[in-house]
């Protein structure tokens, strides 16, 4: 079993930046792809980025090229999650996610994660 804790979270104004952190403990970290992903009152959950576990390659939607950086640290157990620009439609409740799945590429859907953090909460008011 792995448990996920994100934290980092906060409420900023538009522009500003925020730092995500997932810390894992239970299992093998360094051969899981990680992701994050947030949800929104009301919608889906969405792909926000992933990076895997072999070459720590990276992944993101259009929606946040550019703005946002995924990276991890194995020795730490953890995962980061920079955000920068952030924009009011950012705001969401951010998830981090495990696949235990040696994929060479990382899912960017949901069904593709064994494990879940319980979410860290971002608002960003215009």
């Known amino acids: 079993q792995v448990q996920l804790v994100e934290s980092g979270g906060g409420l900023v104004q538009a522009g500003g930046s925020l730092r995500l952190s997932c810390v894992a403990s239970g299992r093998t970290f360094s051969s899981y792809n990680m992701g994050w992903f947030r949800q929104a009152p009301g919608k889906e959950r969405d792909f926000v980025a992933a990076i895997s576990w072999i070459a720590a390659r990276t992944f993101y939607p259009d929606s946040v090229k550019g703005r946002f950086t995924i990276s991890r640290d194995n020795a730490k157990n953890t995962v980061y999650l920079p955000m920068n620009n952030l924009q009011p439609e950012d705001t969401a409740t951010y998830y981090c996610?495990?696949?235990?799945?040696?994929?060479?590429?990382?899912?960017?859907?949901?069904?593709?994660?064994?494990?879940w953090g319980q979410g860290t909460q971002v608002t960003v008011s215009s």
């Open positions: 996610a495990a696949d235990e799945t040696p994929r060479l590429r990382p899912e960017t859907t949901p069904p593709g994660y064994d494990y």
